[in-house]
């Protein structure tokens, strides 16, 4: 479904929704791996615009769930931005648009599934971060975020991709993509196979900790790239968006997730290698914005276990793009035939960069972690 150029009458799909809106005209908007994002514009100076997406269910298999969940989210964070002076749910939630038969998502003649959100105005979304403010803003945003979610009942919400970080899944995959190999492509990645065999035992031990139930499941937004945050006009962080992945899962991923695209001095798809570089302010702004707002209700191991999650995404990431590039390029939206290759190169490459400084990581976690917490972290887990 990714991959093939559908042609769809926007304008139609628009008016299952009840807008208040002229449009004038319906565009494609937004970097995103996954869902097809259309920019809606409302003739009506002064009104509001929209965001239409198309979700993809071959990725999601449950629409409705996956909506429920975003539902009860939003919902749930806007009732505690209430209670919170000088926060502005209006802008700082994303807002669902219901469609006529009071549903929130359309579903079209073909089986395609469509969501409408307010356009957020006055805002953007950056895929390489350049200031320490950005960065701090950002740690806090993800913070917040899972803080105000704390209080609400994880077993509401469903898992609208299972397993979706369970790194010896993923490594599994892999294998089975390795054994397939259906476009003769195994034989130009032995050195990245190399790469992920001799890390294995050391990428599960989150996985390891929360089977030893020493990490708490909370929930968690699982896809903390630094672009699904909205930055209003003075780079403050304003609302945390793509809520799709929001289901249980440990705070360590979220934390090593935004890591792993705020740290890179370089794209997460960069070519020319030697430009993958960790920019280690702005790891440390992030880590502290983050754990300003976090640390009131992370338990010890929680906070020891921040640093695996920034060794662990960047392999993560490289397993899943190694395994698409394997499988023929059915999962992520490619642009050259290569694209997840160089995709995984380059998480390589900034993997080996963080295992070079991962005792200041570590430390600098620990260290800010005490700060916010008056030196006193509590050890309940
Ligand atoms: P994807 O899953 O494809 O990444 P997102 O939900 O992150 O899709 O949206 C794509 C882009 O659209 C974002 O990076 C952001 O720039 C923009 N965006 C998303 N939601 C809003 C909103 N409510 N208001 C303004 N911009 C938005
Ligand atoms: C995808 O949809 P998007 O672009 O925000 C992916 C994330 C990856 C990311 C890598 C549902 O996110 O898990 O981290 O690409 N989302 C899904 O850029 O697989
Ligand atoms: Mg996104």
């Known amino acids: 479904m990714t991959q093939t150029k559908e042609q769809f009458n926007l304008s ?4 299952n929704f009840r807008i208040e809106a002229d449009t004038a005209s319906i565009t494609p908007y937004g970097p995103g791996h996954i869902n097809d994002t259309y920019y809606v514009k409302n003739s ?3 009104e509001s615009d929209y965001l239409l997406q198309r979700i993809n269910h071959t990725i999601f298999r449950d629409v409705p769930a996956l909506m429920s969940n975003i539902y009860l989210v939003t919902t749930h964070l806007r009732s505690k931005l209430k209670e919170i002076p000088d926060a502005d749910p209006d802008k700082e939630v994303l807002s669902l648009v219901k469609t006529n038969d009071s549903l929130y998502y359309y579903l079209d003649g073909q089986g395609n599934y469509w969501r409408m959100y307010k356009y957020i105005t006055n805002t953007k979304s950056i895929d390489i971060v350049e200031t320490e403010e950005q960065a701090f803003e950002g740690g806090k945003a993800f913070g917040r975020f899972q803080t105000l979610l704390s209080d609400l009942d994880i ?4 898992y609208t991709i299972p397993d979706f970080h369970h790194i010896g899944l993923r490594l599994t995959s ?3 993509a390795l054994q397939a190999d259906p476009l003769d492509r195994k034989k130009t990645i032995s050195a990245e196979v190399e790469f992920i065999q001799k890390r294995t035992e050391s990428m599960c031990a989150i996985l390891k900790l929360g089977n030893e139930k020493k990490l708490p499941l909370r929930i968690t937004h699982n896809d903390t790239k630094f672009n699904n945050i909205l930055l209003d006009e003075n780079d403050r962080a304003q609302c945390v968006i793509d809520l799709d992945t ?6 360590a991923y979220d934390f090593g997730d935004a890591i792993r695209t705020i740290i890179n001095a370089a794209a997460e798809d960069e070519k020319e290698l030697d430009k993958v570089k960790l920019n280690m302010p702005l790891f440390e702004a992030f880590t502290e914005g983050y754990l300003k707002e976090s ?8 906070i020891k276990s921040l640093p695996l999650g920034v060794l662990l995404f960047p392999y993560m990431q490289g397993v899943r793009f190694l395994t698409d590039y394997l499988n023929g390029d059915t999962y992520y ?12 190169r380059a998480q390589f490459q900034l993997l080996s960069k963080l295992e070079e400084q991962y005792s ?5 976690i620990w260290e800010t972690s005490g700060i916010y917490l008056n030196n006193s972290v509590s050890g309940a887990v």
Do not use: C, W
């Open 360 to 364: 200041k990581i570590e430390n600098f």
């Open 246 to 251: 929001v289901m249980p899962g440990y705070v």
């Open 174 to 176: 892999l294998n089975a």
């Open 44 to 46: 009506n100076n002064g």
């Open 155 to 158: 077993n509401l919400l469903h």
């Open 333 to 344: 939206k490619v642009h050259f035939p290569d694209h997840n290759l160089q995709r995984t």
């Open 12 to 15: 139609d799909i628009a008016l």
């Open 295 to 302: 640390a009131s209700f992370l338990t010890e191991n929680e």
